[in-house]
């Protein structure tokens, strides 16, 4: 078993939809939590970082942590044909030397 | 600078010829670190520096592989007789060094390696 789970999807929607993406974990240990989208052939965007549980909001993202089932969330509103990437899922353990473990990524396409 | 900066874009090298790899952290930085990205997303962690001094190496494949960060020169990543299987982006990351921060890594562009 991975120690990051991410359906690679890939994802379609319509323009102005709510996006959920999520992965899974298998490491309690995880404390931090990062999302980040890949356009392709660039470098990962660094979009959301949460520290243990809870949620954290930034203009149209909203990431979320549940600890107790080990379940990351990134939710996009109004999404946007610009929104269009992969996004990538990435934790760490505290101690351990930043390291950071992705997903595999989820490939959306938001069509206009 | 405001941004990670890796040079060249794209390298190719034949099998067993040697591949240097260049990264410039954001200005403030202390942490550097690579990532190899192959096929199907999967990134792998490779090494890691606070300043000049290695941080954690634990990713690197010992034998050919090797990386420094001198003082006021760009972080290097070399590959001493690449094979097929070093065929990959490899990515730089640079993170302050202000508590919790360093797990804020920001990602520079890339240098796609083809080894043929």
């Known amino acids: 078993q991975k120690e990051v789970e991410q359906d690679p999807g890939p994802l379609s929607v319509p323009e102005g939809a709510i996006v959920s993406l999520n992965c899974t974990y298998s490491?309690?240990?995880?404390?931090?939590f990062m999302w980040y989208r890949q356009y392709s052939r660039k470098g990962p965007e660094l979009l959301m970082y949460?520290?243990?549980?809870g949620n954290k909001e930034d203009g149209r993202f909203t990431a979320q942590v549940d600890k107790s089932s080990k379940y990351i969330s990134l939710f996009i509103r109004d999404s946007q044909p610009s929104d269009s990437a992969t996004y990538l899922c990435?934790?760490?353990?505290?101690?351990?030397?930043?390291?950071?473990?992705f997903g595999k990524g989820t490939l959306l396409t938001v069509n206009p | 600078g405001e941004e990670v900066a890796q040079t060249p874009k794209h390298l190719v090298r034949g099998e067993g010829q040697k591949a240097k790899l260049y990264c410039a952290p954001i200005?403030?930085?202390?942490?550097v670190f690579w990532y190899q990205q192959v096929l199907k997303n999967e990134f792998k962690f490779l090494i890691s520096?606070?300043?000049?001094?290695?941080?954690?190496e634990t990713g690197m494949p010992k034998e050919r592989f090797s990386a420094k960060c001198l003082p006021n020169s760009p972080c290097s990543l070399e590959i001493q007789a690449t094979k097929l299987e070093d065929s990959a982006v490899y990515f730089c990351?640079?993170?302050?060094?202000?508590?919790?921060?360093?797990?804020?890594?920001?990602f520079g562009p890339g240098t796609r390696l083809t080894v043929t």
């Open positions: 949460t520290y243990s549980s």
């Open positions: 990351a640079s993170s302050h060094d202000r508590t919790n921060l360093p797990y804020e890594q920001y």
């Open positions: 200005k403030g930085h202390s942490y």
């Open positions: 520096f606070q300043n000049e001094n290695v941080f954690d």
């Open positions: 490491n309690s240990a995880f404390q931090y």
């Open positions: 990435a934790t760490s353990v505290r101690g351990s030397n930043y390291k950071l473990t």
